[in-house]
Each structure stands twice: as C-alpha cells, then as structure tokens.
C-alpha cells in the first residue's frame, strides 16, 4: 500500500499544471466554471477548440498506445491530469464519451479510424429498449459490402454535434436477444441520419432522437463482428462506468469546492452557513464520501457500480444541499440578478436528476453488484 | 497510488483467519461473553506465540516490528471473528501510549512484557462527561511528597480489570487551552486507591470499566513523558487506535455481508432464493457499496496514520465517521435480511450488531467526526 506518486507522476502533474497556467481558453468566465456536469450549448464553439488545444498538448487519450496519438500511460496517469484540471477549474472534456468510451473499445477490438479531435455519441437506447437493452429493434440489413441500417434511437447525448456515433443494431432477428446484435461505428453525416434535438427539464437540448432511414454503412465499420454486438457495447459500458469513476470523481470535487463557498457566503440565523452545526455535518459527509469515492475507484475497478451508485447519491445530495443553502434564492433561475452565481446551481441542480438514470439506473446498478458482485440469483 | 497489500500481508490475513476460524469459534466466544475475563490464558499465549502481541512494537523489544498497515489487516480479520479480549484495549491503546511517550526504561520493560504475553495494560482517558476532546480530562494529578497524587473518575475503559497497569490520563495543570497541562502516568495493578469496576455492557465481548481513582500515589518514575505534554502523544496513539479500531468494524461489515448474501442464495420464499427478489437484493448491493467506501478510507487511513502525513487525522476522522454509519447499518441490514433467524440469541449476526453499537461510541461517533472533519478541512 503506497499512496505516494512516483517521480515521473510528480513531473506529470508538474507538466500539466505549467501548461494548464499558460492555456486557458479565452472567454472562459467564472461563471461557467462552478458547473459540475457536461457543457452547455453556448460553450460548444469554446469547447471544441480547447479539446484540440488539450489534444494537441497529448493530454487527451493518455492510457491510449502512442502508434493511435496517445501516450501509452496508466489510469492514474489520466487521473493526475483530471485532477490538476479540476484545480485550474480548466473546461471538462467535450469529447468525453469518445476519449473515455469509444476510444478504449476500438483500441480493445482493433480498429484504425481513431482520433482525439472528433465527437462521439452513443446510439444505445431506443423508445422501446432502455434498461432492457437487448431489446433494441433498430435493423440493420447487409446489403453487398454494406449494411443498411432503419429504426430510431432516442436519448442519445451530443447527437446533434456528434461526428460519429456507436450505434447498436439489430442484424439478426432470428437469433436470441443477446446474440443478434452488432456494433457499427457510423459517420453521422452520412445521408439518411436525422437528429432531432429533445428539450430536457433544465431547458437544454443536450440528448437527442436520432431517426435512420436507409443509411449505408461500410462493412468495414462493424467492431467485433456481426452478430457479436452485445460484447463489444458491454466493454463501453465498463470504460463508461471507468471513465466516469475517474472524471465524475473530480467533476464532484469541483462542485465541492464550490458548495463549501457557498456555505461560507449564504446566512443563516444571522451567521454564515459554514458555521452552523447542521450544515457542517451534512458538508463534511459529502466530503468525505468524495474522498471515499477516490479511494474506492482507484481499488475496485472491478465494482465500478459501486463507485457509480456512491458518486449518483453523493452528487444528488450536493444539489439538494445547495438548493438547501440558498433557501428561497433557490427559485431564482439565470437572468434575475438576484440569483446566486448566475442561476448555475438551479441548472446542476436540476441536471443531477439524470445521474441517476443515465448511464444504466440506480436499479440497474444493484442488479449488477448483487448478480455479478454478490452472485445472487437473477431475478 | 498502489492499494494493494502486499505478499506477506496476504499471507498474515490467511494465517489469522485460518487461526481464528479455529480457535475463536461461536462457541469459543459466546463462553467468553458470559465470563468477567472475556479471554483465556491459553488464548492469550496462543497469540503471543503468533507474534501478534508485539505487532507494531520495534524488533529491540522482541517484538515483530512490522507496520501499522499489518495491524489493520489483522485487526480486520479480529473484526471478521468478533473476538473477544484484551487485544485492542492492550496492544494497541495502552501498549501504543507507551511507545508514543515513554522513556527507554518504561518501554523495555512494558512492551517487552506484552509482546510475550506477560503484561496486559489499559488506558484510562475518558470520564462519565463521555467528552473526546482535552476539555474531557478533568481528573487531577497532584504534586506530593516524592511523586504526584490521583484522583478522578474513568469510565468506559476497556478491560482495565485485567490490566497490569492502567496508563491514566490526568490534568497536572489548567492550561490557557484544555490541551496545555495534560499528563500520563503509568500505575500499576494493585495501587491503594484504585478501584475497578466492571460495567454490564451491550455488547459483551467488549469489556469496559469504570475505574476510580482517590489519593492514588504513584512516584515520579510514573510519568509517562513529558509533564503537561501528554495531550499531542495521546492524540497520535487515538488517532491510530481509531482506525484499528475501523479495520476491526470493516471485517465485521464484511463478515455480516458474507453470511447475509450466504443466505439470500439458500433460503427459499414464495418458491425462489430471497436474493432473486430485489427487495433483498438491493439491500445487500447498499451493504456492499457501505463495506467497500468503508475498507477504502480505512486503508488509506492506514496509510497515513503509518506515514504519518499531514493529513492523518483528517483521514482517521473520515475512516471512524463513514465506517461508524457503515457498520451499524449492515449489522442491522443483516438481520433484517434474515427475518426471524437473525433476532434470535444463537444466531451470530447480533453479535456483530452489538460490536458496531459499541464500536461507533468509541473515540467519537459519526457526528463527532464530521465536525472535527469540518473543523480539519477548515469549514
Ligand atoms: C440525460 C440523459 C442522457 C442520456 N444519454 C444517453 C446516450 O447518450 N446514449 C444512450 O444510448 N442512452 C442515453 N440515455 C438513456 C439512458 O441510458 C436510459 O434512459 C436508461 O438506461 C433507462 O432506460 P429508460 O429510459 O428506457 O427507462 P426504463 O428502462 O423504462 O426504466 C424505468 C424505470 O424502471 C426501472 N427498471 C427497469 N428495469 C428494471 C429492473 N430490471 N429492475 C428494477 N428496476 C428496473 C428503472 O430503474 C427506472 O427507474 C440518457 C439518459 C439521460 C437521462
């Protein structure tokens, strides 16, 4: 047991804090700092920009092998540059499913179209298959060289500012649930793809439906084989479940840093909040369950639900507990001056209502810690 | 960061569950439950000839001299037994304030004498106040004729009536701050004016007394380091003895999570294993995400008590209040998950409930450690 970084992390984490002082992107205000969750719209342009700065700097893709433009590090490694990124409160990742999910299971299955620069979503959900995602419907048929793919998805994230898309398909209805699935890698522009952008409860458009009619895609751009889709989606899941235990873990640290200022600045019984005895308590938890959390995704990689279930719960409980601290300037949204921080806490705070659906729900994740943890039986 | 153990910690973890398994069986500990002593000599010796005894202590004292870190993985698999006995109260609480403050002499002689199992001695520091803090010390130490006179009241110390020798902790003088004018002595079994009183206790495979102490006169050679500068020495040895103490609750979450998932396979209701149901099996999968956040900032409690970082009691402050909720709600998660079976006396599960009650009220429970987490993150 060695907590202690070794000489070449301590000169990592040197390099990315010197860089980080020299690079921050222009137009980057405060005010859009404080967020904990995924980049609004108006930041998309700014985001773009700074993800090729990052990529360009080699601080994207770190635990990729240096022949597909990353570094060949360890998961520590990244972790160290997400760290010293939360403490320069630099912008999050725009492309953090393709860094953090497609990128991991192309390298996993082999495949050379890889790049740090472009968007990824994941075209996983459907109207009729969420939790249960083995019931997707959306067929794919082969057709010469290429598959022709109609059906719909729904929910997917970034789709709108996608340039690919991991896209489960069905491609052999025949077969049981589980073994008919196959695993494109699809260009969003290509012709047939319609994304049509869903509002959500915070008022962003940030998921999507996305409708396939007749789109064409190349052979060469199954991963893993026909039929043999379902593997390959879970291995996203679990770099999903990965990427978040290390990124969500310092997104949660960033919005810590800001609830504990904002304890320090809200009255309550004439003194600041920071000093009541209640508030205190209910700070100090969160704070420690975000170090727990630190601990727990660096050890049990293998139980990565349990570092999502801490991380859905711990967050959501920040929220409410900033909505708490604010009190009845808790109603005042973006645009009333009177509004604490610019209205940003009104936004994650209804934003973390999603942690605990996306990515798999709360009750997903106990059927996997108690079926393939516990090894209870399937219900 | 590296949270493994090491080969030689594994290999102490499998040699002291195959020893517990044998030698503190249920029956083993229900009989020492219902007598004063909670050990045997046997028992005892048998410890000392595993070199347990002296764990932590240096090689000169022929002891073991290996790490805390050691200590915790067999504290853990204590915990995992709930065994019963002096271990704690004299290996780790009195036998660590004697290496933390004692001159050479002092600690020749102790430790020498507990590593082979010839000496037990207990710390007496809190009083019926039940206060964690230096205010909490309010019996006194008096200069006269050759030495200091004793008199106070301790409570809740452990096993203080099997000890050789009480290390009392006493007021020599009112400081500006309750942690100035502390002192320890070191008074040996059998002084006229101290009187051992054994305290009926919940969990009785703990045992805890109530000692009084009027006019105790003990010479100079009684000090335990330096006069008045017993305070800082007390506070290294709590905060280690803390997260012995969470690694001991960790193997008992542990153990209960084991037996509880054990059963939801085998027990069978409305024609399927409880576990299949996901009243049951969310449960368990709570447990199990408590047990793993719990061993994760034991650990690296453990860690930094042994490397003695900055941080150290900030960690063992975030280990005791998350490990202190932890273990009581498993304990009691497990019986619920057992129904009627686990209310009963020969099941074991409430030995396990009992050992978390008594556990949490010891050096403060999870509000108590929240607030001085708060204190130490400079809320
Ligand atoms: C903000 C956001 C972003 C998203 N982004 C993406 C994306 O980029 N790509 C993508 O593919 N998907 C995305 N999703 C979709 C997400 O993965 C699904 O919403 C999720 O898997 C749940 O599926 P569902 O909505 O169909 O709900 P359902 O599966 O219908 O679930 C409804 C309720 O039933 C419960 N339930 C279902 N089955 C069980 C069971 N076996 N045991 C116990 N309870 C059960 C669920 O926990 C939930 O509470 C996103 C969702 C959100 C909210």
């Keep these: ?379 | 960061m590296d949270f493994g153990f090491s080969q030689e910690q594994e290999m102490l973890r499998a040699t002291a569950r195959k020893f517990l398994e044998n030698e503190c069986t249920s029956t083993f500990v229900r009989a020492r439950m219902a007598e004063p002593a909670g050990v045997t000599d046997e028992f005892w010796t048998k410890l000392a000839e595993q070199g347990w005894l002296g764990l932590v202590y240096p090689e000169e004292y022929g002891a073991s001299g290996l790490g805390f870190v050691d200590l915790v993985v067999l504290m853990e698999e204590m915990g995992r037994a709930s065994m019963p006995g002096p271990f704690f109260s004299t290996v780790v609480l009195g036998g660590l304030a004697i290496l933390e403050a004692g001159s050479a002499a002092q600690k020749k002689e102790w430790l020498t004498k507990i590593a082979v199992g010839e000496a037990k001695v207990a710390l007496a520091w809190t009083e019926p106040s039940a206060r964690w803090d230096a205010a909490g010390i309010t019996a006194t130490a008096k200069e006269s004729a050759g030495g200091v006179a004793l008199d106070g009241t301790k409570l809740f110390v452990l096993d203080a009536h099997l000890a050789d020798a009480l290390v009392v902790v006493a007021r020599t003088r009112e400081g500006a701050r309750p942690e100035e004018g502390v002192s320890l002595y070191l008074v040996p079994k059998g002084t006229r004016g101290v009187e051992v009183k054994l305290l009926p206790t919940m969990d009785q495979t703990r045992k805890a007394c109530e000692v009084t102490l009027t006019d105790v006169r003990v010479g100079a050679d009684a000090l335990l380091g330096a006069k008045d500068g017993g305070f800082p020495p007390l506070m290294r040895v709590i905060d280690r003895a803390t997260v012995a103490l969470c690694a001991e609750m960790c193997g008992g979450a542990q153990r209960v999570l084991d037996m509880t998932t054990e059963y939801a396979k085998i027990r069978v209701a409305f024609g399927r294993p409880i576990g299949a149901y996901q009243g049951v099996k969310h449960k368990a999968a709570d447990m199990l995400v408590d047990v793993e956040n719990a061993k994760s900032l034991t650990y690296y409690a453990a860690w930094a008590v042994d490397e003695n970082v900055p941080d150290a009691p900030l960690a063992a402050s975030m280990a005791k209040a998350y490990v202190s909720d932890a273990f009581r709600k498993v304990s009691a998660t497990g019986i619920q998950l057992h129904g009627g079976i686990g209310f009963t006396w020969e099941h074991d599960l409430h030995l396990y409930f009992k050992r978390a009650k008594s556990s949490e009220f010891t050096f403060g429970d999870a509000t108590y450690h929240r607030e001085r987490v708060a204190q130490l993150i400079r809320l």
Excluded at chain 1, 59 to 75: A, D, M, N, Q, V
Excluded at chain 1, 78 to 86: N, R
Excluded at chain 1, 356 to 377: A, K
Aim: aromatic share 8%.
């Design chain 1, 1 to 379: 047991m060695d907590f202690t970084l070794t000489p070449e992390q301590e000169t990592l984490r040197a390099d990315v804090r010197a860089w980080l002082k020299l690079n921050m992107p222009e137009g980057w205000t405060h005010g859009s700092t404080i967020t904990s969750d995924i980049p609004r719209p108006e930041a998309y342009a700014l985001m773009r920009g700074w993800q090729r700065k990052l990529a360009d700097a080699s601080f994207i893709g770190l635990t990729w092998p240096k022949e597909y433009g990353g570094r060949g590090l360890t998961f520590m490694d990244e972790l160290i540059v997400h760290e010293e990124m939360a403490l320069a409160k630099a912008p999050p990742i725009l492309n953090v499913l393709g860094v953090g999910m497609a990128g991991p299971t192309i390298l996993a299955y082999g495949t050379e179209i890889l790049s740090c620069e472009e968007i990824w979503c994941q075209g996983y959900s459907e109207p009729n298959a969420g939790s249960d995602l083995a019931s997707l419907e959306t067929r794919a048929v082969k057709n010469g060289d290429s598959w022709v793919v109609n059906g719909q998805k729904v929910w997917t994230s970034l789709a709108h500012i996608a340039d690919f898309m991991m896209l489960l398909a069905r491609t052999d209805p025949e077969a049981p649930r589980h073994k008919g699935i196959t695993y494109f890698l699809l260009d969003l522009h290509t012709p047939g793809v319609t994304v049509k952008p869903l509002r959500q409860m915070t008022g962003d458009a940030e998921f999507n439906e996305v409708f396939f009619e007749n789109v064409r895609i190349p052979g060469s751009q199954i991963l893993g084989g026909v039929n043999d889709g379902w593997t390959v989606g879970m291995t996203t899941l679990m770099y999903e479940r990965l990427a978040l235990g290390f990124g969500l873990q310092v997104r949660l640290r960033i919005a810590l840093d800001a609830l504990v200022g904002l304890a320090r600045r809200m009255p309550k019984n004439g003194r600041p909040a920071s000093e009541d005895p209640v508030m205190r308590q209910k700070i100090a938890q969160i704070w420690i369950d975000t170090e727990s959390l630190k601990y727990t995704g660096a050890r049990a990689i293998t139980k990565a639900s349990a570092g999502k279930l801490t991380w859905v719960e711990t967050h959501q409980r920040l929220q409410e507990l900033a909505m708490e601290l604010e009190g009845p300037y808790a109603q005042l949204v973006a645009g009333s001056d009177r509004a604490i921080d610019g209205g940003i806490w009104q936004h994650t705070f209804l934003r973390s209502r999603a942690n605990s659906i996306e990515g798999g729900t709360t009750e997903i994740q106990r059927n996997i810690i108690g079926e393939r943890v516990l090894g209870l039986p399937k219900g």
